[in-house]
């Protein structure tokens, strides 16, 4: 049995093993056949050449992602043990790049690999696909976008759009005036941009119409000029309501359709828009589709064993 030690310089120790060692005890699950040996300013790993060889080139990109962010995470841990290759992990550090400056000077970045691989895919293509489960950062991510593109002048406006109530956008029922049966359906929408513009600010562009977020019915007959559009919760579009929105796209126009095709709302037998339009455009040139998945979940650590767990019971039925 072979031995590699790991020497930390200019690192806490505690920091990088965690509360209780819980780092280093969630990098052992991925090394099962090393014994792994945290102790002082030292790593040490035993086992077979392959595997130290393996473990030391990845514990080189964990180090370096600790330098860079000043912390570890499972998140983190995960997306290092788990990209492909070298190649994979240089773009997740690459993922760095400011997208925006939001509110009180928060830096809104790409966070994974393949965020970034989103980023790189919308400033090739005028339309893109972002395809993706819950917590992956494809609407925040894509917003950030719009709001770059929006103050570097590349668009005149944003405009936000979504199917309302399941697809069918009955809204008669609900109570209020009609942007009060609105809200509901916009807020993830409103919540990511109060993130990166001001609050007065981010009213006056509503107001004015520089930035326009409304259901997907409201999209029927226009022309979408000099615009960054995202149509968020794509899966919940019929065949219909899907290539309507397609061909709103005018000149100077960036569309982003972001959809997690696991979460369809429409009734039974109806085909999904987004799932028909992968198809049917996946060989268009100028349209990009990226796919995300559970390794880019940036929400709370249970929302990954959640999506995991569904996947489980439906891979099972």
Do not use: C, W
Request: net charge neutral; charged share 30%.
């Amino acid at each position: 049995m072979n031995e590699l030690i790991i020497e930390l310089t200019d690192i806490t120790p505690k920091e990088f093993f965690g509360t209780q060692n819980n780092n280093i005890e969630l990098i052992k699950t991925y090394f099962p056949k090393l014994k792994i040996v945290a102790r002082g300013t030292k790593i040490t790993a035993f086992g077979d050449d392959e595997l130290l060889a393996e473990f030391d080139k990845r514990m080189a990109m964990m180090l370096s992602q600790f330098q860079k962010f000043n912390k570890l995470d499972d998140n983190m841990i995960e997306r290092v043990l788990t990209s492909e290759s070298q190649e994979d992990y240089e773009s997740s550090k690459r993922s760095g790049d400011v997208l925006v400056h939001g509110v009180n000077g928060r830096q809104i970045k790409a966070q994974t690999a393949n965020q970034r691989k989103l980023v790189d895919s919308v400033q090739k293509n005028d339309m893109v696909f972002a395809i993706g489960p819950a917590g992956t950062g494809k609407t925040y991510t894509g917003v950030a976008l719009a709001v770059k593109a929006l103050k570097n002048k590349e668009v005149k406006r944003i405009i936000l759009t979504r199917p309302a109530v399941e697809a069918g956008e009955n809204l008669g029922f609900l109570p209020g005036d009609l942007k009060e049966k609105l809200d509901p359906y916009m807020q993830p929408l409103y919540d990511a941009l109060r993130d990166m513009i001001p609050h007065e600010k981010l009213e006056s562009y509503i107001e004015n119409g520089t930035i326009q977020i409304a259901p997907l019915a409201f999209m029927r007959g226009r022309t979408l000029d000099h615009a960054f559009v995202i149509l968020d919760e794509g899966q919940n579009t019929t065949h219909a309501q899907m290539k309507m929105f397609l061909t709103r796209m005018g000149k100077d126009a960036k569309f982003l359709l972001t959809g997690d095709p696991g979460q369809i709302d429409l009734p039974r037998r109806t085909i999904s828009g987004l799932k028909e339009a992968l198809l049917i455009l996946k060989d268009i040139e100028g349209v990009g589709m990226i796919f995300l998945d559970d390794k880019d979940v940036i929400r709370h650590k249970l929302v990954k064993k959640v999506i995991e767990a569904y996947k489980h019971i439906e891979n099972r039925d």
